[in-house]
């Protein structure tokens, strides 16, 4: 259904409806638009009490309008940026059946423009129109439906203190409240106290008088006795494992735990993963059926901080320069239980060469760690060159040598005093028989040697020279 009126229409139906507003554009209205617009159009029944709508001038957009639809008896309750919408320039025109409604058109500044009203409320549409470009788009709607699980309590325990609270504004609202036990109220929220168990039939009869609609909404409201709740689970757990609660006996009902550092949980059964000892401290639970809350239950739970071994940093030690008791003696702290790399089991370990060690240790809550250390054998570089020796077979310093330890390679040479080559050799473990140019001597005062290069396993440098003469 089409309708081009530039006057206010009501527009009612049966069933539900989708009703577009369209901007014409193209010089129509008295407008050079080249591109129209077109809006939904909210309901009067989606008022809203308070509404925020921004013009824009983007776009180039010359012209910008509000519109607004209230109730006309809600003319004088309704402000437009801080000032009464009939002092304003709006021009104000009745609307719908025996003119119930006006509607108000705005000229306004881009910005942002704020509608309240005091009374039942307002719909509203911000639109304006370019040369090349126009806009329009609704103020939102109110969308509220009444659910009885909302405004009627489930139920509650036996000679407890019930909350009613429709949270539903007076006097827009009017309320009759019938609460199955011979009582009734007309206030939107109150207290109430029922005296015997059983299931009540709880009855609102809501009335808005705004728009003159009704509805009926009705609910069982149990009353019970408070019941008891039993916790499950482990209540002391290493740090890093997983705090594991229950509460039984309670079918039907839905929980709440509270816990420290504000923890909360709807869960019947939570679980806290990777728990640390800050979590420690008590945990409690209610269970709620139909609105009756248990006795709370507490358990205490206590999460033991991760055992510290320490093997200290990795080390060396030289087995032959130190003696027995000097070794290094590993020693993780005091704890219940060790474990060795080599499966012994005393409280300290003690190194005998290199390696990589490695402990596990259990504290006397049954709480597990590791801790490992490296431990190099180095010993430092030591060698001794002699400057004579008798080679003449007498068994006593026959052969020439370089007496060390940790030499990895090593070159030596031997020369006359006219610097003559008389031996040379690249073994570490080279040994010089005192003979040259196949003339052996029975003393030989070494006139000159010299070591090359030599490495070590520290790597500090070996070198020297002897010019004795």
Same mark, same amino acid.
């Given at each position: 259904m089409e309708y081009k009126r530039s006057e206010a229409t009501y527009i009612s139906a049966s069933r539900p409806v989708a009703?577009?507003?369209?901007?014409?554009?193209?010089?129509?209205?008295?407008?050079?638009?080249?591109?129209?617009?077109?809006?939904?159009?909210?309901?009067v029944e989606q008022i809203r009490d308070t509404v925020t709508l921004y013009n824009s001038s983007f776009e180039d957009i010359t012209e910008n309008y509000i519109a607004i639809i209230t109730k006309t008896s809600d003319v004088p309750?309704?402000?437009?940026?801080?000032?009464?919408l009939q002092n304003t320039n709006a021009v104000i025109e009745p609307a719908g059946p025996n003119g119930a409604f006006s509607y108000a058109i705005l000229s306004v500044n881009t910005g942002a423009h704020t509608i309240i009203s005091q009374g039942c409320g307002v719909i509203a549409m911000a639109y304006g129109y370019g040369y090349v470009e126009s806009y329009a788009y609704g103020g !939102?709607?109110?969308?509220? %439906?009444?659910?009885?699980?909302?405004?009627?309590?489930? +139920? $509650?325990?036996?000679?407890?203190?019930?909350?009613?609270?429709?949270?539903?504004?007076?006097?827009r609202y009017s309320f009759l409240w019938d609460l199955g036990d011979g009582t009734s109220s007309t206030s939107a929220s109150f207290s109430h106290v029922y005296t015997s168990l059983g299931a009540f039939k709880v009855t609102l009869y809501l009335t808005d008088n705004c728009l003159n609609l009704h509805d009926t909404l009705t609910r069982d409201v149990l009353?019970?006795?408070?019941?008891?709740?039993?916790?499950?689970?482990?209540?002391?757990?290493?740090?890093?494992?997983?705090?594991?609660? !229950?509460?039984?006996?309670? %079918?039907?009902?839905?929980?709440?735990?509270?816990?420290? +550092? $504000?923890?909360?949980?709807?869960?019947?059964?939570?679980?806290?993963?990777?728990?640390?000892?800050?979590q420690s401290g008590p945990y409690s639970v209610i269970g709620i059926i139909s609105g009756c809350a248990t006795y709370p239950a507490t358990a205490t739970v206590q999460v033991?901080?991760?055992?510290?071994?320490?093997?200290?940093?990795d080390d060396i030690f030289c087995p032959?320069?130190?003696?027995?008791?000097?070794?290094?003696?590993l020693y993780p702290g005091n704890y219940s239980a060790y474990e060795w790399q080599d499966g012994s089991n005393a409280p300290a370990y003690h190194v005998q060469e290199e390696g990589l060690y490695r402990v596990i240790v259990t504290d006397e809550n049954g709480c597990i760690a590791a801790d490992?250390?490296?431990?190099?054998?180095?010993?430092?570089?030591?060698?001794?060159i002699p400057n004579v020796f008798s080679p003449n077979d007498d068994g006593i310093n026959d052969l020439f040598e370089i007496a060390g330890r940790d030499i990895q390679s090593m070159r030596l040479s031997i020369y006359d005093r006219w610097g003559g080559l008389m031996f040379e050799s690249d073994d570490v473990?080279?040994?010089?028989?005192?003979?040259?140019?196949?003339?052996?001597?029975?003393?030989?005062?070494?006139?000159?040697?010299?070591?090359?290069?030599?490495?070590?396993?520290?790597?500090?440098?070996?070198?020297k020279q002897n010019t004795d003469r």
């Open positions: 009703v577009m507003q369209y901007l014409i554009g193209s010089n129509c209205s008295g407008y050079s638009t080249g591109d129209p617009s077109m809006v939904l159009l909210n309901s309750l309704t402000t437009f940026d801080g000032q009464l !939102g709607a109110s969308f509220k %439906p009444l659910n009885a699980k909302s405004l009627i309590p489930e +139920g $509650g325990c036996l000679n407890d203190t019930l909350g009613f609270n429709t949270q539903l504004p007076e006097p009353i019970t006795l408070r019941q008891a709740a039993t916790i499950s689970g482990d209540p002391e757990l290493c740090e890093g494992g997983t705090i594991q609660l !229950g509460v039984t006996d309670l %079918p039907g009902a839905r929980f709440e735990w509270t816990g420290p +550092g $504000g923890y909360f949980s709807e869960d019947q059964y939570p679980a806290i993963g990777n728990a640390v000892p800050a033991y901080p991760t055992p510290q071994p320490e093997l200290g940093s032959i320069d130190d003696p027995v008791d000097s070794l290094p003696v490992s250390v490296f431990i190099r054998e180095i010993c430092p570089t030591l060698y001794y473990n080279a040994r010089w028989d005192g003979n040259t140019r196949a003339n052996p001597s029975t003393l030989v005062c070494i006139p000159g040697w010299h070591i090359l290069a030599a490495s070590t396993k520290t790597g500090r440098p070996l070198s």
